[in-house]
Each structure stands twice: as C-alpha cells, then as structure tokens.
C-alpha cells in the first residue's frame, strides 16, 4: 500500500484501477540537411495539419466542457502562428541546417523553460501549453499518430502531466480522477478537470515506475490523498464514503425549486458565475436564482481582433433569453493582470495585477468600452440585463462612466436603435472602494465584491504565488470588516450587495453572510445547491 498527498484540483472521493500515461519521450535525432528550404516547408505543413487537428479538438471540447473550456485550443492554434516562435524555429533550420523535428523539439523545450521561470504563475502554466503544441509538431513532422485514449475501462488517470489534448481526447465517461506528478491549479488541464466534475490531485510525488495499469486506487481529493494498492478495509472504507457522497448528492438534487429562506424568514438570492454563453445550461442544471458574473473576456480571448459590436450583442442577448427574465449581471471587460489578450498591446508589465487593467482600459480606450456598451444597452431589450464594471477605486471613474453611458444612450437614441437602460453597479475589489462606498452606493445600483482581488489588495499577498498560500487568508478579520462595511453603506442607500468572489462559495462563512445581511451571493453552478441547504438550515 502507497498513501501519498497532493493539491486537489477538483474535490471527490473515487476508487477503482489505475491507467498510467507515460511521458512521451520519444527520442528526436540531430540530422545535417542540404535543403533548409524544404524542411521549412515540412514545419508550415506539419502546422497546418496541427490546425486541422486541434481545431477537432476544440468541436469536442465546446461539446463536453463549454466554450470558455474548449477556447484552449484557439489559443494552441494562435500558439501554433506565433512569429516568435515560428521564426526560432525556421533560424534554427537555416542557421545549423538541422533537421525539422529537432529544431521544433529544442525551439519546444527553451520557449517551455521561459515561460516556466517567470515569476506569474499564470505565464508558468503556459509552459505546458508550449510543450503539447510543440509535441503535435514533431509527432505530424514523424506521422505518428495521437495516443488513443478513447478506448480505455473507466480508470484512475496517473501521469507526469497532462496536456489539454490529452485530457479533451479522453472519454470523460471513463475517466474516475486524475492524479499528476507536476500540473498547476492554473492550468488549462486544471481547468478542464474542474468543467467537467472529475476529482483530481496534481503535485503527487508518485514515481510512476512503481506504479501499474491495472493496479487499484482511491483518490480521495477531499482529503488530498490518493492510496496506490489499498488494503481491503480501506477500499471498503472508500466505498462507503462514496456512498455517503452519493446520498448527499441525491438529497442535494431534492432542494431544487426550493427557496433560499433560513428558518427565521430570512432570504438571500444564490446566483452562478459562468464564462461564456454555453455555461448557463449548468446554471439551470444547478437551479441557481439568475446568473451574479458573466465574464465578458471569453468574447475577446483567442482570437486576432476585437469582437464586434453585433457578436457581443448577440452573445448577451442569447443569455438574456435563454435566462428567461431571471437577473443576468454581465461585467464589463476585465482584460489585464492574468489575461493577457496581444490585438489589446497591454505591454509587458512588472505588476499586472495593479496595472494597465479593468475598467482603467476602458476609460483610457473608450471606443472599445461604448462598442460593448452598445452591445450590452441593445441586448438588454431581451432580458433582465444588469452591467457592473470592475477595478473601481474612485467617485471620478463612476462619474465618467455614467458620462460615457450617456454618450452611448444618446447615439443609440439618435440612429433610433431599440436599447434599455440597465440597473449598473459596481465591483468592490478594492480597499480604496471599500473606504468611500459610502458615496459610491449614491451613484449606483448595486454593489458586487469581488473577494478574490480584495484580499490579495488588502492583505499585499499575491493570490497566484504558492509559496505565499500560508499568508493569503480570506478569513482575515479585515476582510470581513470590510464586507460588512460595504454591505451597511449599501444598504443605507437603499442598494442591494452581492459577494461573486469565490468567498461567496464558503461554506464556513454561509452563516456569517446572512449576519451581515448580504443580498445575493454568486458561486461556481455546482455550489449552488450546497448553500442553499446551508440557508434553509439555518436560524439566522
């Protein structure tokens, strides 16, 4: 028996038999060529089969995982014509009149170690992603074929790492849980894991030459350990906490069309936060009140141009009905700090997070904050629309927000296009908003707390560096001095407030929320009914 820890990705109890991955360290030759020309050639073709190939992968993944999982493999494909990248290899070729697999797999191997030392953990996680495209190219350039992966018994998948082809080629059907030696919480396989509900464990120092396909396993992530070759007792003790887990998940499902009120009479709506229009089907698998953040950055990632003004409409109007008159609070552009977008020419920054970001793009670049305006007043005619921008810190930027409103208002107005006026708010996310959401609260309607930016800006911890999870507490007395405080301000102007930071989804702090007396608290689509029994159990 092997018990070992790791860092879970996505939190379950499963046990059943082990498939293991190995690494794919195929061994990739130096050969002097006398034509750099045609093995040129043989790279922008084994590109454009790479296209092909991931642009399958990405039907697939938009099927099973939803459009912001599937958005991944555009950005592979952007990945795959990077100049920088494309150019390093074609140097290579010209310069040492090398073979092309061996200038892609070394040009593959020194851009992953960039990204893999820089400081943001978000750029490191792209290490990988360099890594996978980089392995498409030189298995097209050898015409091997892509590992199959369809056709195993459900299993336990335990590798080195996992790329999102990988993961996305695999039959979700069949997989139990991941477990990997290395990974990131900020990867895209990470992500992938968390979209489709499957336990995983990553960080596991598991050496994969001691373990077998076909062996048995239980990872239990909720206790962040996974046992290799469990005695009987303890593969019976899973099996009854599976059970268990199971009959929560049933009484769960119970709670559905119920309202969120506590024994006392007191209500909270419970919204989602989704990423793009084809995550509200899991807000209404889930039964959550309306949808508390809508992150409008799917429309700007992966891809070479701003969208239009007729594809942002379209998107938010699609929500809007689709939502049916339930409340649909959308946030303006949040490009910057972690998501970087290149068309937008941000520019390297030594600070991201309290840089070039946020509502500060649109006001600096207003021509593409009022074509999202626009879109967003348009859209609204369809449904029950509210729009918050975020990063706030001042009255001035509100003020010169609502003048911007006012311009787009009148165009609208003049070309006699149908719009509705929206209910606006703002986030709270910073201590400077937290200090003067007395006046805020008298030009808005609404506020929503944005927990996550708040701590690291309140607490100066960098939420993404690890070596910094033992100081970063959102429990801190100071946070939640300053919800409460923002929550009386509000409410002394007669507006609501909602927490849509992960916060929101803590169930040790359900209780203290409705103390407080939040309005509304927005949550990933899967913690919804969690909170409700925690609400319709309580006596506050």
Request: net charge negative; charged share 30%.
């Amino acid at each position: 028996m092997l018990k070992l820890s790791g860092k879970a990705v996505y939190k379950g109890i499963v046990m059943g038999p082990v498939a293991v991955l190995g690494k794919d360290d195929q061994s990739i030759k130096r050969t002097k060529i006398t034509d750099a020309d045609a093995e040129i050639v043989r790279v922008d073709k084994a590109g454009e089969q790479a296209k092909a190939q991931l642009q399958k992968l990405y039907d697939k993944a938009l099927k099973e995982v939803g459009e912001s999982s599937a958005a991944i493999f555009e950005v592979h494909q952007m990945m795959l014509e990077d100049e920088d990248y494309l150019d390093a290899i074609h140097n290579m070729i010209r310069t040492e009149m090398v073979n092309a697999e061996y200038a892609v797999a070394v040009t593959g191997d020194n851009f992953s170690e960039m990204f893999a030392g820089m400081d943001n953990d978000y750029m490191k996680a792209r290490a990988a992603d360099i890594k996978d495209i980089s392995n498409r190219l030189v298995r097209n350039l050898t015409g091997r074929e892509d590992m199959s992966l369809t056709d195993m018994e459900p299993s336990i998948i335990v590798a080195d790492d996992l790329s999102p082809s990988e993961t996305v080629q695999m039959d979700k059907e069949k997989i139990l849980a991941f477990v990997t030696v290395h990974g990131s919480t900020n990867s895209h396989t990470a992500i992938l894991a968390r979209m489709m509900n499957i336990p995983a464990l990553i960080g596991v120092e598991v050496d994969l030459n001691e373990i077998h396909t076909g062996m048995k396993a239980v990872v239990d992530s909720l206790k962040g350990e996974v046992i290799f070759d469990p005695s009987e007792d303890i593969y019976a003790e899973a099996e009854k906490k599976i059970q268990e887990e199971q009959e929560k998940y049933r009484l769960l499902q119970s709670l559905k069309g119920k309202e969120n009120v506590t024994r006392s009479g007191r209500k909270i709506h419970i919204f989602a936060n989704i990423g793009s229009v084809s995550d509200v089907g899991y807000v209404l698998e889930n039964d959550a009140g309306g949808i508390g953040l809508f992150r409008s950055e799917f429309l700007y990632l992966g891809r070479d141009d701003f969208p239009t003004e007729e594809e942002q409409f379209q998107a938010y109007k699609q929500v809007a009905q689709t939502m049916a008159g339930k409340k649909v609070v959308i946030r303006t552009l949040d490009i910057g700090a972690d998501k970087q977008v290149d068309y937008f020419h941000l520019g390297r920054e030594d600070n991201p997070a309290m840089g070039y970001r946020a509502i500060r793009i649109c006001l600096k670049q207003p021509d593409i904050f009022k074509t999202q305006l626009r879109a967003l007043l348009r859209a609204a005619v369809y449904g029950n629309i509210s729009i918050m921008y975020p990063m706030i810190i001042s009255v001035e930027e509100v003020r010169q927000i609502q003048a911007i409103v006012s311009e787009v208002e009148a165009e609208l107005k003049e070309k006699e296009i149908p719009y509705k006026m929206p209910e606006q708010g703002i986030m709270i996310e910073t201590p400077a908003a937290v200090m003067v959401s007395d006046e805020l609260a008298e030009l808005v309607d609404f506020f929503s707390i944005g927990t996550n930016d708040l701590t690291q800006y309140t607490l100066a911890v960098d939420r993404q560096n690890e070596r910094l999870d033992d100081f970063y507490n959102p429990h801190h007395k100071a946070i939640l001095r300053m919800l409460r405080m923002v929550t009386e301000n509000a409410h002394k102007c007669g507006k609501w407030v909602g927490i849509c930071g992960e916060l929101g989804a803590d169930l040790e702090l359900t209780e203290e929320f409705l103390r407080m007396g939040i309005d509304e608290l927005s949550v990933a689509p899967s913690m919804v009914l969690k909170i409700r029994k925690i609400v319709r159990e309580s006596e506050v």
